[in-house]
């Protein structure tokens, strides 16, 4: 059986930058370092830290006073902000910078007036810290029936905004539906959903024209993971498994294949990915392995200046 292995997969400039901020705490903040939820959407990302000493919390309750607090890459809301800046705490933000792009659409459009539209999915983390932006403006829809139980009059302005992580696919229905119901809705400069994304969907669609069979490297909590196994089984409507490790292979899909098609999620390391590669050629049949680069990736983001 030949692997296909699409680039770019894997880590993006938003997560490298999360994680360097977490070790750069570990060396020069006070400990224990507290990180809100997961600094990525990523099973190996959180143990390998956890191992490192540092606790995950889902509720700033669980931090101390003056601690070293880590806003995770998927951003908070600014309620999150006010808490931990009141409890004294010392606060470093790795939000991605396209999410905080996303934030700043709403805190602007929500001072214009605007009744705003968000796509996205209800009760990720991206979404609930841009929905706490402006809650009493900010409405959700994840499908394009959703937007058929919209009621704006022809009085409001609109707008609408997206999670970075969606199917662009998926988006661009929901946006159509939009702009045939609402035709002055008005939308961003440059589109929300993040580069990483857009780009490992697009190496996903063009080598999955060639398979029979579909694996993405991610955790079950990662969005983008997910959505590109969707993608990737729309492509030839053919078996697309997310995997989180080498261990959750099962041989037996591969039964009758010739051509297995493979990437992985925006958060998972590139030695988990190696670690599938190899079980896939030790057992799974797996005699020949290729390499398609849809694009090539350059994009780096600044750290903030943390302080002991």
């Not at 470093?92 to 001072?111: G, M, Q, W």
């Not at 841009?130 to 302005?157: C, H, Q, R, Y």
């Not at 961003?188 to 580069?195: E, L, M, Q, R, T």
């Amino acid at each position: 059986m030949k692997l296909i292995m699409a680039a770019p997969r894997g880590f993006c400039a938003g997560v490298e930058r999360a994680l360097k901020i977490v070790d750069e705490a570990l060396e020069l903040m006070p400990h224990p370092i507290y990180v809100n939820h997961e600094i990525v959407h990523n099973s190996h990302v959180v143990d390998y830290y956890k191992k490192k000493g540092v606790v995950f919390v889902e509720d700033i309750k669980s931090v101390p006073d003056g601690a070293s607090f880590i806003f995770n890459a998927h951003g908070v809301p600014p309620s999150l902000v006010k808490a931990s800046k009141d409890r004294g705490m010392k606060v470093v933000d790795a939000t991605c910078p396209l999410v905080s792009k996303v934030h700043f659409e709403a805190i602007r459009y929500a001072k214009q007036g605007y009744k705003i539209i968000l796509i996205g999915h209800e009760g990720h983390s991206e979404v609930i810290g841009v929905m706490g932006e402006a809650p009493d403006s900010i409405f959700l829809v994840e499908t394009p029936e959703d937007v058929d139980k919209l009621t704006f009059s022809d009085e409001d302005k609109i707008a609408y905004i997206t999670q970075t992580t969606l199917s662009v696919d998926d988006c661009a229905a929901i946006i159509a539906a939009l702009k045939k119901r609402y035709p002055n809705v008005s939308e961003p400069k440059k589109a929300d959903i993040c580069y990483a994304t857009t780009n490992r969907q697009e190496a996903v669609k063009k080598i999955a024209e060639q398979c029979d069979v579909f694996i993405i490297v991610g955790s079950t909590n990662s969005s983008n993971s997910n959505r590109l196994r969707e993608v990737a089984q729309a492509g030839n409507d053919m078996d697309a498994y997310l995997v989180n490790c080498a261990e959750s292979i099962d041989p037996r899909w591969f039964d009758g294949k010739q051509v297995l098609g493979l990437s992985a999620g925006a958060s998972t390391p590139e030695k988990v990915v190696s670690a599938v590669v190899d079980r896939l050629k030790s057992e799974c049949g797996v005699n020949e392995v290729s390499e398609f680069i849809a694009r090539e990736e350059s994009e780096h983001f600044a750290l903030p200046k943390i302080r002991a």
